[in-house]
C-alpha cells in the first residue's frame, strides 16, 4: 500500500508567492524574474505561459516590472534595479526575509552575522548581497573545528538547511567558548515536513520524496530521511512509471515544500497502479 503524508505540497511562502505573481501578470500581462521563482520545472513553465520572462540574472532585466522570487534580493541589487527605473514586485517568502533581516540587525549594530546554509544557494546569494560586509559563510559539510569565525557574532541559519547540524555547530561553539549568540531563522514548514517523513519511516520500507533536485528542501529532506529508509527523490509520475517497486509491503510518499499537490497525487496514483502488495 502506499501510504501520503500528512503534509505535502506548497508551504504558504510558496503560495504566497504565486498568488502575488499570478495577481501581477494579470495586472501587467508581462514581467520580468531574476532566476526561478521557485525550484519547480512545471511552475516555471506554467508561469511563463502567462508572460513571465526569466533571466538568469538581475543583470539581464531589461523591463519595466520585475518579480522578486520567494528566495528574496538584496539591497545592492535592488537598488541597482530601481535605479534603472525598475518597479519590484516583492514575493519574498516572508521566513526568509526574516533571515535578511536578522542579517542586517546585526551588521548595523556592529556584529558579526555568520551565516550557516549551502553558499551557492540564492537565498545565501541574496543574503551576502543585502549587506555592507561580505559574511562568513559555514556549509553544512564544513569542518566546524576548521572554520575561523569572528569574536563576536550572530548564528543565523539559511531557512532550508539542516537543523541539526545547525545545532551541532551551535553546540562546537559553545563548548569553544566563542561570544556568540544564535538566531535559529530554519523555516518551520521544513521542520513539519521531516517529522512527518518521520512518522512514515516508522511504518514503510521505502520512502519517496517528491520535488525538483534543484530544491534545497527537497533535497535535504531526502537526505535526512536516507537516515531511516530506503529513499528515492523523483520529480514527476513520469519517473515513477520507468520503475519497479517489485513486492513492496509499504511506501511512503511525501514532497518538498516547492512540489505542486498535483504533482503528489499523480505519483501517489501511479505508484498505487504499479504496487504488487506482499501476501
Known amino acids: 500500500m502506499v501510504i501520503l503524508a500528512d503534509e505535502y505540497g506548497f508551504c504558504f511562502g510558496v503560495e504566497r508567492a504565486l498568488e502575488i505573481a499570478g495577481d501581477a501578470l494579470g495586472k501587467h500581462g508581462s514581467i520580468e524574474i531574476a532566476g526561478e521563482i521557485i525550484h519547480n520545472g512545471r511552475v516555471r513553465e506554467e508561469l511563463a505561459k502567462k508572460g513571465l520572462s526569466h533571466r538568469d540574472s538581475a543583470g539581464g532585466i531589461m523591463g519595466k516590472k520585475a518579480l522578486v522570487r520567494a528566495h528574496g534580493m538584496g539591497r545592492k541589487t535592488r537598488e541597482l534595479l530601481v535605479s534603472r527605473g525598475v518597479a519590484l514586485?516583492?514575493?519574498?517568502?516572508?521566513?526568509?526575509?526574516r533571515v535578511y533581516d536578522e542579517a542586517l540587525e546585526c551588521e548595523e549594530k556592529g556584529i558579526a552575522p555568520v551565516i550557516f546554509g549551502n553558499p551557492g544557494h540564492p537565498e545565501i546569494a541574496g543574503v551576502i548581497?543585502?549587506?555592507k560586509n561580505r559574511p562568513v559563510v559555514i556549509s553544512p559539510e564544513d569542518d566546524f573545528k576548521k572554520t575561523r569565525l569572528p569574536e563576536r557574532f550572530v548564528l543565523i541559519a539559511q531557512t532550508?538547511?539542516?537543523e541539526e547540524r545547525f545545532i551541532e555547530l551551535a553546540e562546537h561553539c559553545?563548548?569553544?567558548g566563542m561570544d556568540f549568540t544564535v538566531v535559529n531563522t530554519i523555516c518551520p514548514?521544513?521542520?513539519k515536513r521531516k517529522e512527518a517523513g518521520s512518522r512514515l519511516a516508522e511504518t514503510c520500507g521505502l520512502i519517496i520524496v517528491a520535488g525538483a533536485r534543484a530544491s534545497a528542501n527537497t533535497k535535504g529532506l531526502a537526505d535526512?530521511?536516507?537516515r531511516f529508509r530506503p529513499t528515492i527523490q523523483v520529480e514527476s509520475a513520469e519517473e515513477i512509471r520507468g520503475m519497479d517497486f517489485g513486492r513492496s509491503e509499504k511506501i511512503g510518499l511525501i514532497s518538498g515544500t516547492s512540489t505542486p499537490g498535483e504533482v503528489v497525487e499523480e505519483i501517489f496514483d501511479d505508484i498505487e497502479k504499479k504496487i504488487v502488495y506482499k501476501t
Open 224 to 226: 535526512y530521511l536516507s
Open 89 to 97: 514586485i516583492d514575493a519574498t517568502c516572508p521566513v526568509v526575509q
Open 174 to 176: 559553545g563548548r569553544s
Open 160 to 162: 532550508t538547511a539542516p
Open 189 to 191: 514548514v521544513v521542520r
Open 129 to 131: 548581497d543585502h549587506l
